[in-house]
DNA sequence: TTGAAAGCGTTACCAT
DNA sequence: ATGGTAACGCTTTCAA
C-alpha cells in the first residue's frame, strides 16, 4: 500500500518558515528529516545528537550539526512537548494591582525572567483576574511545566487551586495554610521588628509605624499584616505602646496619619514608615510642622534602596529582595521540575542600610 | 498486524494528569479518544464539536460536551499546534531597563496581557538582552505566533530581525526607519509642542525644558529625543530661546538641571518638566529657591495622571497612554495574524490634564 | 451527519 | 554507532 497522498516534506504546506524556500518561491519550514536528508543519516540520529541521549561517532555529529546550521533548523516546541513530558515554559501568576504596586511587581517578574531564560526556560504571564480556572487551563492543556503566583494574600483563592495541580507550584508569600505548597518570602515580621529595635537600641522610647492604605489591610495583604504585627509585637516587648497608622498615599493622607499617631502619643520621636509611595509626603510634612529628620525625628523605611537613598536626608531603609525573592522562587520550580524535593517554606532575613535618618531622640 | 505493544489509552504512561486514575491509583491524562469512547463517538467527532469547523446534532454535540465537562478533558496545546498553524501564544519583548522605569513598562505589559487575554491568547516575556537571537527562536520554534516588541529605540538593533521575521510583528515605538513594520506610538512631539505652546499661550515669553537623565539621550531613547524635539520646535516657531537640560533624578539633579536653564534664560517663567522620578525634587527645588508654583512659576509636567494629581501643588500634565497603547498594538497584532493588513504607522495624540500648576506669568 | 485513517514533527524503543 | 518505525494527541481529508 503506497500512500496516496504526495510525501509531506516533498510539498510541506505553509507551515514555520526558515531558510528553505519551496518551487513556488514561499518560504517553508525546515524540519527534522530534512536536517537527516541533508547530512545523510536516519532521524533518529538527528534527534540523539540534538538530545544527547547516546553517544554518536564525532564525525557523524559535525556532518548533522552542519546540516542543522546550514538549514537553520529549529525543533517544532510543539511536537516536542507531546513526546518529552515538558514544554521549558513555566507560568507566572500575577495580581491585577493598583499603580502604586507596578514597580515593585515588575521587578519580581524581571527577577524570575532573568532566572528562567538563563536556564533556557520561557516564562509565560498569566493573572488572577482571569480566575483561577486560568491555572487549570495553562497545566492541563500541557502548556506549562510549572507555575508561580506572587502576591500571595493570607487567604488566597488560587492556593487549593495550585495544590490539587498535579503539577510543581512555588507561591512567592505565604498563605494562612500552605498545605505543603512550596513557597518563599520576605520575613516581614522580622523586618518591621527590626526598624522598631533598632529605634528602641537608639534610646527612642515613644514609636510609632505608618503603614500601607486602609484598603490593603482589608484585603489581608500579607505582607502588610505581617510588616505591621511584627513592629507591634516588638513595640510591646520593648514595652512601648502600641502606635500605629494605616496611610493614603498622598500628601493629605500623610498629614492625617502622622497627626493620628501623635494622636495617640503625643510624645513620639521615631517613626517607622511601610510605604514607598507616601514616603515622600511624610517626610514634607514633618518638616512642615517643625519635626526636621533627624534631630527632632527619627525615621526608618521599608522600601528599595534606591528610593530611600534620593530621599532629603537620606533615609535608613530595610528592602525588599525582590531580585532575589524571585530568582529563587524560580530556582525552586525548576528543582521540583526536575524531581528534586524542596523545602517548603524559605523566609529571607531582613538587613538594615543606615543611612543617617535615625539618630538618638531629642533630650 | 495486530499492534504488539498495549493501547496507548489503555496503560498511557504518565503524561498530563486530570480527573482519571489509572487502576494503579495514579492520575492520568484525559485525552480525546477518551471523550470520544465516553460520548460513543469517533474522535474526529471530538474533535469537530470542538472547532466547529462541521455541522454536528445536536444530540451528538450534547454526549460529546457532557463527556468533555465529566471527564474534564483539556486538548493538549502542543498537539494541537502541530497540525493548527498557530499557538494562540504571542510573545512580547521588553528591554532591561533602569528601575526608574519599571512602573511604565509594567503598564504596558498589563495592557497587553488584559487584552490578549480578552481573546483568549496567551502571553509570553521574552528580554531583549537574550540578543535578538530569542526572537528567532521563539518563532522558528513555532512557539509564538507573533511578537510585540516595546521600548524601540531609533536604531533598534531589533527591527532588522522583526521584519526578516515571517511572522506578524508590532512595535511599541518608532524606529528610524520602520522598513514597513506595524508600529504605534505616542505623538512624543506633539506633547512637547503641546506643553510649550500651552505655557506660550498663557503668555509665557521664556520656557525652559527639563528633561531625562544625560544617559536616556546617549542611547538614543526615542521618546526622549522626540519629546525634547518637538518642545524645541515649537519653542523656535514661537519666536523663544531654546532653553532645556537634562536631568538626573535625585535632588541634587534637579537644582542642578534648574540651575542650568536659569543660566540659559534668567528669566523664565515657565517649566515642562519630562521626568517622571525628578517631578517631586524640582517642585521641592523651586520652593527652596522662592519660585513657588504656579505664582511665580509655572508648571506642566509629561508623567502618569496619578502622579501629578499628587504632587503639591497638583500638577498640569500630559500623560502617556501606555493602557491604550499597549491595547492598540495588542489588536494590531491580533489582527495581523488572522491575515488582516493593517496601517504601518498610528501615532496617539496627546491630550493636556489642566490642574492648576501652570498660570500667566508673574508681571 | 458521522467514521476511518492518514498525517503533523519529534522521540524512543527495538533492531542491527 | 546507527537505522527503522511505532508512538505522542490532535486535525482533517476522504469516504460513506
Known sequence: MEPVRPKASAAPGFGRMTCLCSPEGNPVAVKLVDVARQAGVSPSTVSYVLSGNRPISEETRRRVEQAIADLGFKPHAGARSIRRQATNVIAMVLPMLEDGQRAVQMQFVFAVLAAARAQGRNLLLA????????????????????????EIQVHDPRVPVLKELNRPAVLIGTPEDPEQLVHVDFDFAAAGAMCVRHLHDLG????????????TYAREAGYALRARDGALSAMAECGLPRVWSPMTATPAGAAEAIEDVFGQDPE????VVYNEQ?????LSRLREIGREVPGRMSILAICPDDLAEH?????????????ELGRLAFERLAALIDGRAQPVSTLLEPRLNRRGSAGPPPR
Open 127 to 150: 493573572t488572577a483576574e482571569d480566575g483561577v480556572a486560568e491555572i487549570h487551563n495553562l497545566v492541563d492543556s500541557a502548556m506549562v511545566d510549572g507555575v508561580i503566583a506572587m
Open 204 to 215: 527612642h522610647r515613644h514609636i510609632g509605624w505608618l503603614g500601607q492604605s486602609a484598603d
Open 268 to 271: 513620639l520621636t521615631g517613626l
Open 278 to 282: 507616601a514616603l515622600p509626603f511624610v
Open 311 to 323: 530621599m532629603v536626608p537620606a533615609v535608613s531603609d530595610v528592602a525588599l529582595p525582590a531580585d
